[in-house]
């Protein structure tokens, strides 16, 4: 049993080493010397002593930050990345619970990186990547190592303006990779169009797909996210088969018909989504223009390893009928639990919880967060048995599918980011000039909406909290109230403010 994502590597550099793994633009690396640098970095890790310990990548999006993740792994320490626009008071919060043992960046960012909380050492990419080779230590370091050992740590939105660090290992990601090859039958001649973040759980379909099969996966350029003609004729040009896109990357496609301009019949083959809801008016635009393609929806959340559910689009839907999540991937269960923590029947609502492999460890270093939300399984008495709670509340519909309806909490999707409302809340109760503040979602609008007692303006609430939270968490429109509104309980009453959007 292979008890390292690195193994992939090691095949597919054998296999294919000349064929293009990763490209960004102007910049490619094949599986050979994807591995020979990834190794070399791994060295210089396993010199310095490291093992199992938090690793951050901080660089632009690009080959070279899939290069430092694969170092991380072959030496089995976990890598962390963060990105290069975050704000730098998020970015100490983050160093402050991650506490790494090393930073992976270049020469240029490293003098960015030096003005934040951190004293430890650096592993300068420019250089790390030419060092010696020592495959008798890495292989030591992977005999050491477990399938449970941490691969990754992503860190999402926490609603007390701490992020929070979602711990995965390398048999999650081996479990869902094996399920995502084989589901949609992965192999070394598809090609992945990248729109994920590396800070995000999509990412990883695309890059451990690619590694496991030999694939190659193109790093969009993030501006073409808003030329859709121009992205659908890069699709085009690469000949990419397959995308993974967070639903609001598709969505603008099909508003702007781009297709029109662009016909993918030849190339596209899978548009696989996932993060938020997609709608089935602008599925049905995609599914007009390119009728061949398979789409599937997939469901979860980063505590899960990316996804949980699928759902392969197998039927008509009319533009106002929800898009099934569908049903549990292999060796998934999936339980949904209404008030009193039992298993739902018919059509009653209840909270999707989640058991099995693909569970994360828990939030790093926060064992409140982590406790409030992983649970011993209320249907197991007997033995220990984790599940994950995910706060979504969802039901079965009539052909045994699940359909998300909503969220039990404060938790929102923005243009496919995790947003904790309550993170936004607590940087501007943060400005000197603020008594009471309230964040809401405006759906239809898409809108983050601020409620407060002062008069203040839009743009200078923004460019202060800004300091604290990244651009996609600023408020979108301001309310100012001559007072707010109190519910019996005392609370800020959201239903009052819910009127007012
Ligand atoms: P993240 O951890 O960023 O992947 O966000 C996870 C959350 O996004 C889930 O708990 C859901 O609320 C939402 N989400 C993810 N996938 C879907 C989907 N296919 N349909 C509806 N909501 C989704």
């Known amino acids: 049993m292979k008890a390292n994502v690195t193994y992939w590597l090691d095949e597919s550099a054998r296999r294919w080493p000349d064929k293009t793994a990763f490209a960004e633009e102007g910049k490619e690396v094949a599986f050979g010397e994807l591995q020979r640098q990834a190794m070399a970095l791994a060295t210089q890790m396993l010199e310095r002593g490291l093992f199992k310990k938090p690793v951050v990548v901080y660089m632009e999006k690009g080959v070279d930050v899939l290069v430092s993740f694969m170092g991380a792994a072959y030496s089995c320490n976990f890598y962390s990345p963060i990105d290069v626009d975050m704000p730098a ?15 992976i960046t270049t ?58 660090g979602v711990t995965i290992t390398h048999r999650s990601v081996i479990d869902y990779i094996d399920w995502v090859t084989e589901t949609f039958d992965i192999t070394e001649k598809d090609s992945f169009g990248n729109q994920a973040p590396f800070y995000f759980d999509n990412s990883i379909l695309d890059i451990y797909s690619t590694l496991k099969s030999g694939a190659t996966t193109y790093i969009i350029p993030k501006n073409l996210f808003a030329q859709p003609v121009l992205l659908l004729e890069y699709l085009k040009e690469k000949k990419i088969n397959t995308i993974f896109w967070v639903p609001s990357a598709l969505i603008v496609v099909a508003k702007l018909k781009a297709f029109r301009n662009v016909d993918l019949s030849d190339t596209l083959k899978r548009v696989l989504f996932c993060g938020e809801v997609m709608p089935n008016k602008q599925l049905n635009i995609w599914r007009k223009f390119l009728p061949a393609v398979l789409y599937a929806n997939l ?55 989640v058991r099995g492999t693909s569970l994360s460890m828990g939030y790093y270093n ?77 759906e239809k609008k898409q809108k983050i909406v601020l409620f407060l007692e002062e008069e203040l303006e839009k743009s200078y609430i923004n460019e202060q909290i800004s300091k604290l939270v990244p651009e996609y968490m600023l408020p979108n429109k301001v309310i100012s109230l001559p007072k707010m509104p109190i519910n019996a309980n005392g609370k800020i009453d959201r239903v009052k403010l819910k009127e007012l959007l």
Do not use: W
Not at 141 to 157: I, K
Not at 328 to 335: G, H, Q, R, S
């Open 366 to 442: 926060n064992p409140e967060k982590t406790r409030e939300a992983f649970v011993q399984n209320p249907l197991n008495p007997f033995v220990p048995e984790t599940i994950y709670r995910t706060g979504d509340l969802v039901k079965y519909n009539e052909y045994g599918e699940i359909i998300y309806l909503s969220r039990k909490d404060f938790q929102i999707k923005h243009m496919g980011h995790r947003i904790e409302l309550g993170e936004i809340e607590t940087a501007v109760s943060s400005l000197e000039e603020i008594s009471l503040c309230c964040c809401l979602y405006d």
């Open 107 to 164: 020469a240029a960012l490293k003098e960015t990186f030096s003005n934040y909380e951190y004293q430890g050492g650096f592993l300068l990419f420019e250089e790390a990547c030419h060092a010696a080779v020592s495959e008798e230590k890495i292989e030591a370091a992977r005999r050491r190592g477990v399938d449970t050992d941490l691969l990754y740590v992503l860190f999402t939105s926490g609603s007390t303006g701490v992020p929070k």
């Open 299 to 353: 469901y979860g959340p980063t505590e899960i390893t990316d996804a949980c559910t699928y759902y392969i689009v197998d039927r008509e839907f009319s533009d106002d009928e929800p898009l099934p999540i569908g049903i549990p991937m292999a060796n998934t269960d999936i339980l949904v639990l209404n008030e009193k923590d039992e298993p739902v029947t018919g059509e009653e609502i209840g909270e999707l919880c």
């Open 89 to 103: 008071s998020r970015v100490n919060k983050i160093l402050e619970v991650l506490n790494p043992a090393l930073v």
